[in-house]
């Protein structure tokens, strides 16, 4: 058995991968780009695990991927390959609508190919989750109630957009030609791994550096945090027993402004990391100008997950964020080679060293 995983060098999908394989010895095809986001020292751990087989392309390489799915015929594509970042989709949207959009198209014709072709109970078995954003919803007045699966789409980024139109292809793949998709819409993940132009690496990090903690705005937009191990561990029930062509909103039932994220981000430094001059991290805090069509709010409603599927985060908010700035203390050379890019260093090693996954 063998599931292709897309995007398993980014955040969540190598969250996803290294959990995975922490608990199955199925074997995981990881195909993956490696734009900026993706970094295959957050997989060093796997090196020589016959389990992960590497591979670098594009989703969008109908070859490639039809070529992968002959040789290692998955019961189960997962997609996390993405453009991800709103800020990046404000200055360069091309990339978006490239992967996001004609990506996922060429990723589900791929695999709508390879799917036809299987027996009946191999086609019956299949599944193709696609793994997508609370975004896609827009935003909410303060009193609004949270998003449930059947809000509306009302993308305001050109990320947003782009993975409100995936969305949209894979829905209708199901309707048209019967591929056995599921859809995940969750909200915004923290924890290790996490690539430090996201809010809550970015404060840990400039916060550690002594670099201002620029808040966008009045600071007082509220988005849902999930630790990003809950998001896997939702992924993998929907895989499990989510129903065909269903979407299901994954959340931590906890929305916070972004200046109480960045305050806690302080306080916990504080507690672990004190300054040497007895200062407050938060005394780096630097309000400044707001994002382009900034969404004000964000909420998830995943009763749905919980009552279907039996699914409900481990992690509080608190838990999980006292475990997310301790796992960056703990972990400087992966931030460092972040920062200096010397993370992109770990292709050429990964790839020249003996055993290494190919
Ligand atoms: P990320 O930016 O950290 O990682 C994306 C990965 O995809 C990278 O490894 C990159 O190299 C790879 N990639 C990009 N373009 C590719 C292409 N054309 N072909 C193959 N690989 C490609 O993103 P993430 O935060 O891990 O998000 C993963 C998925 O989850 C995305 O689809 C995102 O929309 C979704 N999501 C993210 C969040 C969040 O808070 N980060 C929340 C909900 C949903
Ligand atoms: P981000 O982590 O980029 O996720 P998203 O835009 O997908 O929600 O941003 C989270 C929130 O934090 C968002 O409201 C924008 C805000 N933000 C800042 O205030 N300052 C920053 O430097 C960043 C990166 C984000």
Redesign the pocket.
């Given at each position: 058995m063998t599931l292709l995983v897309?995007?398993?060098?980014?955040?969540?999908?190598?969250n996803f991968v290294l959990d995975w394989l922490a608990e199955s010895s199925e074997t995981v095809v990881n195909?993956?780009?490696?734009?900026y986001?993706?970094?295959l020292e957050t997989l060093a751990s796997l090196q020589g695990n016959p389990a992960h087989v590497f591979v670098q392309?594009?989703?969008?390489d109908a070859d490639l991927v039809s070529r992968l799915l002959q040789t290692h015929q998955p019961r189960a594509v997962i997609?996390?390959?993405?453009?991800?970042?709103v800020d990046r989709s404000i200055h360069g949207p091309g990339e978006f609508i490239?992967?996001?959009v004609m990506?996922t198209f060429r990723l589900l014709e791929s695999v709508r190919g390879y799917w036809q072709a299987l027996d009946a109970p191999a086609q019956a078995a299949f599944r193709f989750l696609h793994?997508?954003?609370?975004e896609v919803y827009g935003s909410l007045t303060q009193d609004a109630p949270a998003f449930s699966e059947t809000h509306r789409y009302e993308p305001n980024s050109p990320y947003s957009a782009s993975?409100a139109a995936s969305d949209h292809l894979v829905r209708a793949w199901h309707h048209t030609y019967g591929l056995p998709v599921l859809t995940t819409?969750?909200?915004?993940?923290?924890g290790p791994f996490?690539?430090p132009e996201?809010l809550i690496p970015l404060m840990i990090v400039n916060a550690l550096a002594g670099k201002p903690l620029p808040v966008y705005g009045d600071g007082m937009q509220v988005r849902d945090w999930l630790y990003v191990k809950d998001?896997c561990s939702a992924i993998r029930r929907v895989l499990q027993a989510g129903q065909l062509g269903e979407t299901y909103n994954v959340g931590g039932w906890s929305e916070k402004p972004n200046i109480e994220i960045v305050h806690t981000v302080c306080k916990l430094l504080d507690e672990l990391r004190p300054k040497a001059d007895g200062s407050s991290y938060a005394s780096q805090i630097s309000y400044v100008t707001d994002r382009p069509g900034h969404d004000r709010r964000y909420a998830i409603d995943a009763r749905k997950l919980e009552q279907e599927l039996g699914w409900k985060p481990a992690e509080t908010f608190d838990s999980g964020i006292r475990k997310t700035v301790a796992w960056y203390l703990a972990h400087p050379d992966w931030v460092s080679h972040v920062q200096s890019g010397a993370y992109r260093d770990w292709v050429q090693k990964q790839y020249a060293a003996p055993g290494a996954a190919a």
């Amino acid at each position: 058995m063998t599931l292709l995983v897309t995007g398993g060098a980014g955040f969540i999908g190598a969250n996803f991968v290294l959990d995975w394989l922490a608990e199955s010895s199925e074997t995981v095809v990881n195909l993956d780009k490696l734009t900026y986001a993706g970094n295959l020292e957050t997989l060093a751990s796997l090196q020589g695990n016959p389990a992960h087989v590497f591979v670098q392309g594009d989703i969008g390489d109908a070859d490639l991927v039809s070529r992968l799915l002959q040789t290692h015929q998955p019961r189960a594509v997962i997609n996390f390959a993405a453009e991800s970042h709103v800020d990046r989709s404000i200055h360069g949207p091309g990339e978006f609508i490239e992967t996001n959009v004609m990506g996922t198209f060429r990723l589900l014709e791929s695999v709508r190919g390879y799917w036809q072709a299987l027996d009946a109970p191999a086609q019956a078995a299949f599944r193709f989750l696609h793994v997508s954003t609370d975004e896609v919803y827009g935003s909410l007045t303060q009193d609004a109630p949270a998003f449930s699966e059947t809000h509306r789409y009302e993308p305001n980024s050109p990320y947003s957009a782009s993975k409100a139109a995936s969305d949209h292809l894979v829905r209708a793949w199901h309707h048209t030609y019967g591929l056995p998709v599921l859809t995940t819409n969750c909200s915004n993940n923290y924890g290790p791994f996490h690539f430090p132009e996201k809010l809550i690496p970015l404060m840990i990090v400039n916060a550690l550096a002594g670099k201002p903690l620029p808040v966008y705005g009045d600071g007082m937009q509220v988005r849902d945090w999930l630790y990003v191990k809950d998001h896997c561990s939702a992924i993998r029930r929907v895989l499990q027993a989510g129903q065909l062509g269903e979407t299901y909103n994954v959340g931590g039932w906890s929305e916070k402004p972004n200046i109480e994220i960045v305050h806690t981000v302080c306080k916990l430094l504080d507690e672990l990391r004190p300054k040497a001059d007895g200062s407050s991290y938060a005394s780096q805090i630097s309000y400044v100008t707001d994002r382009p069509g900034h969404d004000r709010r964000y909420a998830i409603d995943a009763r749905k997950l919980e009552q279907e599927l039996g699914w409900k985060p481990a992690e509080t908010f608190d838990s999980g964020i006292r475990k997310t700035v301790a796992w960056y203390l703990a972990h400087p050379d992966w931030v460092s080679h972040v920062q200096s890019g010397a993370y992109r260093d770990w292709v050429q090693k990964q790839y020249a060293a003996p055993g290494a996954a190919a």
